[in-house]
């Protein structure tokens, strides 16, 4: 398997423009979670999905922010304006979820996103 | 979800053991204890993860004490390729999502 596959690895956009992350992750996995990690916050969970239904979207930043998953195999991010301050590094992670052991998270490479 | 407490950074030379302690306090009885590490430009990988006394893998070893509020990650013999940020998180089976926070930065030098 590929692993996670997050595009693109690097954004670089002006403020006010949208700006969409794109994330497939791996194949057979039913939880997906976006986050966010900048120097300052560390690593923020945005949202997650389990079976392509978001579950716990209180990471959301702004209405800026919205997430889809359409369907197992792909999920975005967007941002709606976007501000300087959304500058990070956006990962999108899967897991199997099961009813027992630990649900490993795989995460993508990242996207960098800069907001000029 | 239980918070967890860790050094912001620990310091190493080569070839020493490191051990990054996690305090989680108001842990509950159905979560388990779960660390990631981090490589600069890259996401976490799952290195270790369990729920009491000891677990060890090819990597790692977990320690937990028997009130389990709080763990001990020990690497052993470190090398540079150990620099990296060590998560320490709790949570339960369901794979209710984790929190992360800023993890403990490990600097390994020669």
């Known amino acids: 398997d590929a692993g996670v596959i997050q595009s693109p690895r690097h954004e670089v956009t002006e403020m006010g423009q949208e700006v969409t992350l794109r994330c497939k992750p791996i194949s057979g996995h039913n939880s997906l979670f976006w986050y966010r990690q900048t120097m300052m916050r560390g690593l923020e969970l945005l949202i997650y999905f389990n079976n392509n239904v978001p579950i716990d979207d209180s990471g959301m930043p702004e209405d800026r922010f919205s997430a889809k998953m359409p369907n197992a195999s792909f999920s975005t991010l967007k941002i709606q304006p976007s501000e300087p301050r959304d500058s990070a590094v956006y990962f999108c992670?899967?897991?199997?979820?099961?009813?027992?052991?630990?649900?490993?998270?795989?995460f993508g490479p990242g996207t960098r996103l800069t907001v000029l | 979800l239980a918070k967890t407490t860790q050094p912001i950074s620990m310091d190493s030379y080569e070839g020493q053991e490191v051990n990054i302690t996690c305090s989680h306090n108001n842990i509950a009885t159905n979560d388990y204890i779960t660390w990631y590490q981090q490589f600069p430009s890259q996401g976490p990988r799952f290195i270790i993860q369990g729920y009491k006394t000891k677990v060890t893998n090819e990597v790692a070893s977990l320690f937990i004490p028997a009130d389990r509020k709080s763990s001990t990650l020990s690497l052993p013999r470190v090398s540079l390729s150990d620099t990296a940020v060590y998560y320490c998180?709790?949570?339960?089976?369901?794979?209710?999502?984790?929190?992360f926070g800023k993890g403990t930065t490990l600097s390994v030098s020669s």
């Open positions: 992670a899967s897991s199997l979820r099961s009813r027992s052991g630990h649900n490993e998270q795989f």
């Open positions: 998180l709790v949570g339960d089976q369901a794979g209710t999502a984790l929190i």
